[in-house]
């Protein structure tokens, strides 16, 4: 008996098969991270029947404003989404308008191709590294350090995420709030 496809065998198929290398290297923070164009690449020999779409649109949540990408897996007529938001600063030293905009993309939708094909991060440093600022990854299991005040940096879901998990247990329970708001502010569950 053949067996029937759908679109939950056929992501299963693309997940089980995926190998998105870490193809790039930062020689400032000095670690190796996947882009979004690297795990494009990879994915995109494995769809076969399935079509894969992305979209940007940009909301603004709590005074922030939010790069927020979908990512769409379509096998015929069914369809699963995922979406990812990246925070969309104002200014950043060295770019232009539509240069942190493109940024903000395409750090989004590399986090909804993350969420859609279960690719973990959260060994990376690109989850972690807070590039000088003090955040997750530096000194994280330091009983001096300011949780809530970390927790508030945060930009982005996977960041939010990445940080809590290196918040010793005994130190979470006062932090709950903070925790809290930053969700409620990026979106996320």
Request: neutral net charge.
């Amino acid at each position: 008996m053949a067996k029937v496809k759908s679109l939950v065998s056929e992501l299963a198929r693309i997940r089980d098969s995926l190998k998105a290398p870490k193809g790039q290297y930062n020689s400032f923070g000095k670690y190796r991270y996947r882009s979004c164009e690297d795990i494009l690449e990879a994915v995109k020999p494995l769809l076969d029947d399935c079509n894969l779409t992305m979209s940007d649109s940009v909301i603004e949540c709590g005074g922030r404003v939010f790069v927020k990408a979908t990512v769409t897996l379509w096998f015929g007529d069914a369809y699963q989404s995922v979406d990812a938001l990246a925070c969309h600063p104002e200014t950043k030293k060295g770019m232009d308008a539509s240069q942190i905009t493109g940024a903000a993309s395409s750090y989004a939708r590399k986090y909804a191709l993350n969420g859609l094909f279960c690719i973990d991060d959260t060994k990376d440093a690109d989850a972690t590294n807070t590039h000088g600022k003090g955040g997750a990854g530096a000194g994280q299991n330091s009983p001096s350090k300011d949780w809530g005040a970390l927790i508030m940096q945060c930009e982005s879901i996977a960041q939010l995420k990445a940080l809590w998990t290196s918040i010793p247990a005994a130190e979470r329970g006062q932090f709950e709030a903070a925790k809290e708001k930053a969700k409620s502010v990026l979106g996320g569950e």
